[in-house]
């Protein structure tokens, strides 16, 4: 500046303060999980204090619930109207959203590590996890069956529901491997080759190869 002092910085706004809060509990969260780590954790990440974090959120609880509504953001911000398509394209995007995942390690950590905590007696994200898979459930086997019609292929709900359920199983499990050891699972090509291989199963009816007998 001319007078030689230096420039005033521009405090970031109420938005960009959450933006900032959310991603920060993100990696302390997936890092440590949600009981161990503490919103001083989150304050230090940020540079402001513990009494900042709980003017912005209310509380841990809050917080965490925000985390994961904003994990929900970031999976469906580059599609179109933001939200989930149907048919044949609800598992292109499921594969894109692999292969976008792959370059963003913080957030498939937190969310891995909050899914598996969920499990726990009392824990806060209990309630959003199961929600999620059932609705999760239910498009990937409303889409399943919208594929099946316009192939015009016989699929019954009950067999379109335990191919939607595998989808998910198989999701999530890869993306545990691949935190675990990022070279041995190719997350991208491994989700897409798991989903193409479950589709063909549901699709292929009867003459799918069966290890077990049918019930």
């Known amino acids: 500046m001319a007078d030689g002092s230096a420039p ?29 780590g503490s919103l001083v954790d989150v ?15 209310g509380s841990k609880d809050k917080l965490l619930w925000a985390v994961l509504e904003y994990r929900d953001r970031v999976d469906v911000e580059h599609l ?30 937190a969310y891995a590590v909050l899914t ?3 499990v726990t007696d009392g824990h806060p994200a209990a309630t959003w996890v199961t929600e999620r898979f059932a609705v999760l459930r239910g498009e990937i086997t409303g889409a399943l069956l919208q594929v099946a019609q316009d192939r015009d292929v016989e699929l019954d709900d009950r067999r379109a529901r335990r191919a ?4 998910i199983g198989v999701m ?10 990022p070279d041995a699972v190719d997350l991208a090509e491994d989700t897409a080759f798991a989903i193409e291989a479950i589709l063909a199963a549901a699709l292929a009816g009867p003459d799918a190869p069966r290890t077990v007998p049918a019930r």
């Open 80 to 109: 179109e109207g933001q939200h989930i398509p149907g048919g044949l394209d609800l598992f292109r995007h499921l594969m894109t959203t692999a292969r976008m995942n792959a370059g963003r390690r913080g957030i498939v950590q």
């Open 172 to 181: 999530d499990g890869l993306q545990v491997q691949w935190l675990l050891d």
């Open 164 to 167: 939607a359920s595998a989808v």
């Open 8 to 36: 005033r910085r521009t405090r970031p706004s109420k938005a960009q303060r959450r933006e900032e809060i959310l991603a920060a509990a993100t990696r302390v969260f997936g890092s440590k999980g949600y009981h161990a």
């Open 43 to 57: 304050a230090e990440q940020v540079g402001i204090t513990h009494a900042g974090v709980l003017h912005h959120f």
């Open 116 to 118: 598996g905590e969920s």
